[in-house]
């Protein structure tokens, strides 16, 4: 019992100095889930804190790395210790929102610089990305989260019927079922003006591809108005990173046929505030 005490301060010691922003249920909750991870696979929270200072994250190669799997660059005997910390949430990026899934795990994995005893990798708490790998503000998404135009499903839907009479009050782009109840011009049709909504652009038609590539570009370009870089996961630690535009339309472009459902396509609402968004998803 005395040694569990002594491991345990240990660890909160270790929290408290290298993450101080880290308070009350928050921190609780990360010594809880951290103490667990390392008991649940046999690892000594001495030789735990040890490793995590040098870092069990290959940070130098994966802060380059365009795509692979984040667990290909942790040391291997600390792989099943680090599928659990991934889903850590606790604590706030500095807005309303909890630190996303996985950004910890980056973190904690990445060590500590010896030239300024704080971590390699900061959460960061300004709103321009989700942490600060060595020097650049990156902001990340794990197993399908979104990125997204900046205007509500129900205002985009709103605008739309004021500007095209339609039986269907709830028309939005890329139903399945539409494409047996309309043609393929009344679709094209509805998209360009489900766009003009959107951005103000004029167009006479826009079939689906070229719709998903419009949300696509805005929806990345704003967030390369706040981070340098943006990268996505899957659940399995399956990744692909972006710097800039290009590279994003690079990726997608022979992908938007795959670009279908709730798991890997578009989330557009009628009559919800959720924005118009694209999953992100590693193929």
């Known amino acids: 019992m005395e040694a569990q005490k002594n491991d345990l301060k240990q660890l909160e010691e270790y929290i408290q100095k290298y993450y101080p922003n880290l308070k009350d249920s928050d921190f609780v909750t990360m010594i809880d889930i951290i103490y667990m991870s390392a008991l649940r696979n046999n690892i000594a929270i001495t030789v735990l804190l040890s490793d995590l200072y040098k870092g069990i994250l290959d940070i130098d190669n994966f802060k380059t790395e365009k795509s692979g799997n984040i667990y290909e ?4 005997k600390y792989r099943t210790f680090a599928e659990r910390i991934k889903d850590i949430t606790v604590g706030s990026n500095g807005g309303m929102a909890n630190v996303g899934k996985g950004e910890w795990l980056i973190s904690l994995c990445s060590g500590i610089d010896q030239k300024t005893d704080k971590p390699y990798v900061n959460i960061i708490k300004n709103g321009l990305g989700d942490y600060n790998i060595v020097g650049k503000n990156e902001e990340a998404k794990w197993n399908g989260g979104k990125v997204e135009v900046g205007m509500a499903g129900n205002e985009v839907s709103k605008q739309f019927n004021s500007s095209i009479d339609i039986p269907d009050k709830k028309w939005v782009p890329f139903r399945v079922k539409d494409k047996k109840k309309y043609t393929e011009e009344q679709i094209n049709l509805y998209n360009a003006i489900y766009w003009k909504v959107i951005s103000g652009e004029e167009n006479i038609s826009l079939t689906d591809n070229e719709l998903k590539q419009k949300i696509i570009n805005m929806s990345y370009i704003k967030v390369f108005e706040k981070s340098d870089s943006f990268i996505m996961f899957n659940n399995d630690g399956k990744f ?8 994003v339309n690079t990726y997608y472009h022979d992908k938007l046929d795959l670009l279908k459902g709730t798991s890997c396509g578009f989330e557009c609402r009628s ?3 959720n924005p118009i968004a694209l999953y992100c998803h590693v193929f």
């Open 73 to 76: 660059f942790i040391d291997q």
């Open 240 to 247: 692909h990173r972006f710097c800039n535009i290009e590279d």
């Open 271 to 273: 009559n919800q505030t």
